[in-house]
T-cell receptor, first 116, second 113 residues
Framework: DTGVSQDPRHKITKRGQNVTFRCDPISEHNRLYWYRQTLGQGPEFLTYFQNEAQLEKSRLLSDRFSAERPKGSFSTLEIQRTEQGDSAMYLC??????????????FGPGTRLTVT | AQSVTQPDIHITVSEGASLELRCNYSYGATPYLFWYVQSPGQGLQLLLKYFSGDTLVQGIKGFEAEFKRSQSSFNLRKPSVHWSDAAEYFCAVGAYRGNKLVFGAGTILRVKS
């Protein structure tokens, strides 16, 4: 069990640029989640996958955001035309599927995005 | 909708003193409840979880939490705090739908020597 990994750990970009983040979940976990955390707040849910299917998207996920999990393993989160309000920590988590265990989520170290 | 309230933004305790962090939730049925800890610039580490059964649950690093349905609370406790416990602590509840977690705003713990 190597844990959830995320890449990059930090990203500084200029407003209007596109950015992409990667998440590698714990290998035996089939559910993968993305959350966003701004300063002084708890994480807020963005979207989640079961295997390769994206099953729910939050209203926080505007049209500029897209997430994929093409082979049911790693996932990418892309933000197009970044805005300063996108500056946040983007956290990925994974869990086993089914019942209560799907709520037992293990988080990666996060990607800190700064939009200048 | 489910919600979590952590009434204390900051708490300072002396090293070796006991600790209690408060968490209140809003949920219609028996909730799934969690405590996570986050060190600066890091992700969240799961401390403990409650699904059902015994209302006092033990976690890692010497932490425990007690589920009290009548008070809609799930407070985190530790009998003797170490300087390394200084971090931010988040309480979370499992949402009705979508298997997502709903988090409180967090409590920052400072430990003074």
């Amino acid at each position: 069990d190597t844990g959830v990994s995320q890449d990059p750990r930090h990203k500084i970009t200029k407003r209007g640029q596109n950015v992409t983040f990667r998440c590698d979940p714990i290998s035996e976990h089939n559910r993968l989640y993305w959350y966003r955390q701004t300063l002084g707040q708890g994480p807020e849910f963005l979207t989640y996958f079961q295997n390769e299917a994206q099953l729910e998207k939050s209203r926080l996920l505007s049209d500029r955001f897209s997430a994929e999990r093409p082979k049911g393993s790693f996932s990418t989160l892309e933000i197009q035309r970044t805005e300063q309000g996108d500056s946040a920590m983007y956290l990925c988590a994974s869990s086993r599927g089914g019942g209560r265990h799907s709520y037992e989520q293990y988080f990666g170290p996060g990607t800190r995005l700064t939009v200048t | 909708a489910q919600s979590v309230t952590q009434p204390d933004i900051h708490i300072t305790v002396s090293e070796g003193a006991s600790l209690e962090l408060r968490c209140n939730y809003s949920y219609g049925a028996t909730p799934y409840l969690f405590w996570y800890v986050q060190s600066p610039g890091q992700g969240l580490q799961l401390l403990l979880k409650y699904f059902s059964g015994d209302t006092l649950v033990q976690g890692i690093k010497g932490f425990e939490a007690e589920f009290k349905r009548s008070q809609s609370s799930f407070n985190l406790r530790k009998p003797s705090v170490h300087w390394s416990d200084a971090a931010e602590y988040f309480c979370a509840v499992g949402a009705y739908r979508g298997n997502k977690l709903v988090f409180g705003a967090g409590t920052i713990l400072r430990v003074k020597s």
